[in-house]
């Protein structure tokens, strides 16, 4: 009888807004032990999902999956990149970016019952500077509330919006000189988005025609966001709409090159991840197998 396939469950406690749910028990509910056999493992440091998903893979899990928001996602990704493991997620975040693009059911028993039989598929992977991403990269305003958030002291949508709309009143954006294509394009710098996929979380869809097999990322530049434009771009976001809008301009590529006159934040998968002046975002394709 051929041994059953592994899953490896790694939660990080920290992540989300609803943090009373008890997830081991609701894995060995849900899970059907007769097709799978599992594994939980917990994150204790910022970093640690990485080290656990390229262990577990190197031991031979067929599957490991990020439960968690989207950095964890981008942790478990990153350890799982050049292995034969594919991912899943289990979403417990304040935006599941990536798992609402897979179209991974948000509420956890349903998402632990597929995980018992998921289909598995490959996903291209965006790198800037040299660090993956799976769903969506920035610069401008969008990395700077990412910084903002991250030290606002409670999660989830409406936190998101209440900073951003605090940081809308003074936030300036920055010259930049943009390659792509075979172009160049000399601009400023509201919001430069870089999207694997389609949206940041929360049903926020920053590029709707992303496709994560096209190997291709989606780049939507905004060079300015007066209130007019930036009623029309908040409507975008929620309606889907903000190509057709003409509140963004929109490029398709596999390698974009970004200058900048002064350093600009940016950041990954939803994290602040510093600051720069020099950008190089490129395209793997195909680069990570999911489970979902």
């Known amino acids: ?18 943090r009373a749910q008890d997830v081991p028990a609701l894995i060995e509910q849900h899970l059907d032990h007769s097709a799978v056999d599992h594994a939980l493992r917990l994150t204790a440091y910022a970093g640690h999902a990485e080290e656990i998903a390229r262990t577990a893979a190197a031991e031979g899990f067929r599957t490991v ?47 632990i019952r597929r995980m018992s039989q998921p289909e598995f598929q490959r996903m291209d992977v965006g790198r800037i500077n040299g660090r993956p991403f799976f769903c969506t990269a920035g610069l401008g305003f969008d990395a700077h509330v990412s910084k903002c958030f991250a030290t606002a002291g409670t999660r989830g949508l409406g936190t998101y919006v209440r900073v951003a709309l605090r940081e809308y009143r003074t936030f300036q954006p920055k010259p930049i000189t943009v ?10 710098c509201y919001v430069l988005a870089f999207a694997n996929a389609g949206q940041y979380g929360n049903n926020a869809y920053i590029a709707p025609r992303a496709d994560i097999r096209d190997g291709l990322l989606d780049v939507c530049l905004i060079d300015a966001l007066p209130l007019r434009r930036a009623v029309r771009v908040a409507l975008g976001l929620a309606l889907g709409d903000l190509p057709q809008s003409g509140a963004a301009v ?29 950008f190089e975002i490129e395209l793997l394709p195909l680069a990570l197998e999911v489970a979902v």
């Open 250 to 278: 929109y490029h398709t590529s596999r390698h974009v090159l970004v200058e900048a006159v002064a350093p600009i934040g940016f950041h990954v998968d939803g994290d602040y991840a510093g600051e720069a002046t020099s």
């Open 1 to 18: 009888m051929p041994a059953k396939p592994r899953i490896c469950f790694i939660l990080n406690p920290a992540s989300g807004t609803n």
């Open 65 to 111: 999956v990020a439960v968690g928001g989207d950095g964890t996602v981008n942790e478990v990704g990153r350890g799982l990149l050049g292995t034969n493991a594919a991912m899943g997620i289990l979403p417990r975040g304040s935006g599941n970016g990536l798992a609402r693009h897979l179209e991974v059911p948000l509420a956890l028993p349903a998402a």
């Open 179 to 188: 390659t792509l294509n075979n172009r160049t394009l000399t601009t400023d």
